[in-house]
């Protein structure tokens, strides 16, 4: 098995030197190139992370060492304050060898962001003494919540807490109730540390995407104060509190924006290991019964070169999108609502887009790819668990993608 020293890339060790100061930052591009040597080495891990329904404790590890988790993290917490496609392009090449490995580095590697956004009291709790403590979550709003002096009690059951047995403390999803009677209730991520939850081990077991760890969280009344609360009204006006001790262009960005790409992203890297899987079985594949080579098959060279060609488009869209998120943040602008309409539309769209094309290119394989030794079948299984995803359903995203056009304010805010 590899280890931290075995990922150097052009003679540079893999060791954070967990300094903030921006002279002692790594090169984003170093930062890549370290996500892409750990291809082959999460690769052979593969096995292992979807036996035991977990990443294994050594990659991340290696990811911890590596600086992956600070990419998005304050740099006065010890982070690298780094633009989001930084933290994407870490992602791609993480999933691209492992889809459960970079899925688990999405969702808990963008929560340093949203640590960032909540009250400095609750960003010291975290990061004060370890500032490579790790976060997980569980956004559903499924809690029972009760207002107490100086903040709340909480109680409830949480699915998919992805990466849960590596983090130490929680972000959990609950509505408050209304303080008047027939008013909204405030929906908020309430932030617990690890000695107020448990976590059900055996609750992950499904089909694809196994090796994540989204294991269930379970809350028995614990006492949760304001100030380790974020209000999702906050994230949708980017008038978070932690915006006053962290006043960079990257914390005014839409805290929706950032998350809701961490849970489509890694399907960049399960279509690319798909592409390639597909492509080497088309080389070295005879048909048995037609005695015909599949690299002249027309239709799976047409359907392999479509993946290609559209995972791509899908990235260079990706890559616009943080982009323009970024010059308007150093503008001081606010993004218009037509922009972070389409921009959620087009996120919701990509795991199922690369779905479908994976689809096309598998039903062309023939018997060599029905066999679970197949290096295209994790990927295809993991492409079609990550749809299942609220956030990767278009159609939670067409009204508001039109709405938006119109000029209309969004039914759905998490945007």
């Not at 060790?13 to 930052?25: F, K, N, S, T, Y």
């Not at 992950?204 to 609360?229: A, C, E, K, M, N």
């Not at 079609?384 to 209309?408: C, F, K, M, S, Y």
């Amino acid at each position: 098995m590899a280890t931290v020293a075995a990922l150097a890339v052009d003679g540079e060790d893999l060791v954070d030197p967990g300094m903030p100061d921006a002279a002692a930052l790594p090169d984003a591009a170093a930062l890549v190139a370290r996500a892409h040597a750990m291809i082959p080495v999460l690769r052979a891990r593969s096995a292992q992370c979807i036996a035991e329904r977990d990443v294994p404790a050594q990659s991340i590890a290696d990811m911890q060492a590596a600086g992956f988790f600070r990419i998005l993290q304050p740099r006065r917490w010890g982070g690298y304050e780094m633009h989001p496609n930084v933290f994407y392009d870490c992602q791609k090449a993480l999933a691209q060898g492992c889809m459960s490995t970079g899925w688990m580095y999405g969702v808990v590697g963008c929560h340093p962001y949203e640590i960032a956004l909540f009250h400095e009291e609750a960003q010291a709790e975290v990061w004060g003494d370890d500032p490579a403590t790790l976060v997980s979550s569980s956004y559903q709003p499924v809690g029972k919540v009760t207002v107490v002096d100086g903040g709340f009690r909480l109680s409830g059951r949480w699915g998919f807490s992805t990466g849960s047995v590596h983090c130490q403390w929680v972000v959990l999803g609950a509505l408050v109730p209304p303080a008047e009677p027939g008013g909204a209730p405030d929906m908020r991520a309430f932030l617990l540390p690890r000695s107020d939850y448990m976590i059900d081990r055996e609750s992950w077991r499904v089909f694809g995407l196994q090796g994540t760890g989204s294991h269930d969280v379970i809350v028995d009344d614990v006492f949760v104060p304001d100030y380790r609360t974020h209000r999702s009204v906050d994230g949708f006006l980017c008038t978070n509190p932690g915006q006053e001790t962290n006043p960079g262009p990257l914390y005014t960005l839409p805290w929706a924006q950032v998350f809701m790409r961490s849970v489509s992203t890694a399907a960049f890297g399960g279509a690319r290991a798909a592409i390639d899987a597909a492509i080497d079985i088309a080389q070295n594949r005879v048909s048995t019964n037609t005695g015909k080579p599949s690299k002249s098959d027309p239709f799976l060279l047409a359907a392999i070169a479509k993946a290609h060609a559209q995972v791509i488009e899908m990235e260079q869209t990706l890559r616009l999108t943080f982009d323009d998120l970024m010059d308007h943040a150093r503008r001081g602008e606010a993004i218009p609502m037509e922009k972070r309409t389409l921009y959620a539309y087009n996120s919701s769209s990509v795991v199922r887009r690369m779905a479908d094309l994976v689809d096309d290119m598998v039903q062309l394989l023939g018997g060599r790819a029905i066999y679970m030794t197949s290096a295209i079948i994790q990927p295809w299984l993991d492409l079609h668990a990550g749809r299942a995803h609220v956030a990767n359903d278009p159609a939670n995203r067409t009204q508001d993608l039109i709405g938006g056009i119109l000029g209309e304010q969004p039914t759905f805010t998490f945007l």
